[in-house]
């Protein structure tokens, strides 16, 4: 399984052809997020009709749950990278389920998470 972060999931709605056939490729039985990407996709909405059309759209992606085993993991990444790294909270609770779920994290902003110690970052494909 991989887990894609939030900017997969936008470039897809922006028509990337590149994060296209790396999803066609991985497959949608095997992508899943975190509720945090679903919460940031509804928050950036702009209209009725484009939240409507991403809520449509999640309905065929797994959608992974905080539970206490990804709030714990958050709270030790946030006390180990917050101040060196400046983790953010939606990343450290994405790279948290990832490492909770043991999924590979798929993003394009490799720099926010290659310092977490034990996460693994998807590699495309091609």
Do not use: W
């Amino acid at each position: 399984m991989i887990l894609c972060d939030t900017n997969i999931l936008i470039e897809l709605y922006k028509n990337n052809p590149q994060v296209i056939g790396e999803l066609n490729q991985i497959g949608v039985k095997k992508l899943a997020i975190s509720i945090i990407t679903q919460s940031e996709l509804y928050y950036g909405a702009i209209k009725k009709a484009e939240l409507n059309k991403i809520k449509k759209h999640l309905t065929s992606i797994r959608i992974l749950p905080i539970d206490l085993k990804v709030s714990n993991q958050f709270i030790q990444l946030m006390e180990t990278y917050s101040l060196s790294h400046k983790l953010s909270i939606p990343d450290a609770l994405i790279a948290s389920t990832a490492l909770i779920y043991q999924f590979d994290l798929y993003t394009l902003n490799q720099k926010d998470f290659r310092f977490i110690e034990g996460l693994k970052l998807y590699q495309s494909i091609k």
